[in-house]
């Protein structure tokens, strides 16, 4: 079995405990920023005491960061931050399960991303696959007791922040991807540990200043919710790691597309945790979205 395949299964259920973990500071103290903050603020120390561990044991060198690594760096740090507020935004508008699949249309999203920006080609076979994930996402964009013509659910408030963070969780997961690359020859893992710790503060400082700017009190309760907020930190850490040992390894469409057993680890949290109800029509727009998804696998 190839490396990047329970390192990306890793992957999904540390994330998956993280958005519960979110999913329950956002609906108690925090705003969608502050719960994403909050990520952000108990993982970095982690993260760079993993970099610093990870220097002194291996002997290894830090690697110099070209201007091409810091744009992508910059570029994934942002639109994660965005995609993160939009899904836990979206938890307050749709149930967990189904926020989640929504938030996974950036399987889909990311083969287009990756065309538009690598130039990677899109194959007949991949495109019934996008075509399927669309009609998946119109079956799960009607929230129960609205009426009137399908095409009006594409604009409520849940459609637009579920397909949002897919997009700019497509457009994250290839600048990870990219620049990780930009590292050398050296150890993937170690590549994938400077990726973090660089991303993680530049996420941590620019996000930092900007609730210091605007939402001082939000910073106030991010600390007031640090019992919680470590564990956001920690499996925080482990997942991103985990991502971007993944992207490291093989390309961002395969490791997201994999990364769908999120969706029955989702689902299981929704039903067991939340006791959340789950529609028939969900289900169904959830196995469709699936299907969609193997195959796009099946076809890239």
Do not use: H
């Not at 060198?61 to 942002?78: C, K, Q």
């Not at 508008?93 to 538009?116: M, P, S, W, Y």
């Not at 999120?262 to 945790?273: D, G, N, Q, R, V």
């Amino acid at each position: 079995m190839s490396l990047w395949i329970p390192v990306t299964i890793a992957a999904a259920a540390f994330q998956t405990v993280r958005f519960m973990l979110q999913k329950s500071l956002s609906s108690v103290k925090l705003s969608a920023a502050g719960a994403t903050f909050a990520r952000f603020a108990y993982s970095l120390p982690l993260a760079l005491l993993g970099l610093f561990v990870a220097l002194g044991v291996t002997g290894f060198d830090l690697p110099a960061l070209s201007v091409r690594f810091w744009v992508f760096a910059v570029i994934g740090g942002t639109t994660q931050i965005l995609a993160t507020i939009c899904v836990v935004a979206l938890f307050k508008q749709r149930n967990f399960a189904v926020g989640i699949t929504f938030k996974k249309t950036e399987v889909i999203q990311t083969a287009i991303v990756g065309f538009l920006i690598l130039g990677d080609q899109v194959s007949s076979g991949a495109l019934m696959a996008i075509l399927l994930g669309l009609l998946a996402v119109l079956l799960l964009s009607k929230t129960p007791g609205d009426s009137g013509p399908w095409w009006q659910y594409l604009t409520n408030r849940a459609s637009r922040l579920g397909l949002g963070s897919g997009v700019l969780f497509a457009f994250s997961s290839v600048s990870y991807r990219g620049a990780s690359l930009q590292l050398g020859d050296m150890d993937a893992w170690f590549r994938a540990l400077v990726t973090l710790a660089v991303v993680v503060s530049f996420q941590f400082v620019s996000m930092g200043l900007w609730l210091l700017w605007r939402d001082r009190a939000e910073l106030r309760a991010v600390w007031e919710t640090r019992q919680t907020g470590v564990f956001v930190g920690l499996t925080s850490l482990s997942g991103s790691f985990c991502w971007f040992f993944a992207f490291t390894l093989q390309n961002a469409a395969y490791v997201k597309a994999l990364g769908q057993v999120e969706l029955i680890l989702s689902l299981l949290a929704s039903i067991l945790f939340f006791k959340e109800r789950i529609t028939r029509r969900e289900i169904a727009g959830m196995m469709l979205l699936g299907l969609s998804i193997l195959a796009l696998v099946s076809s890239i």
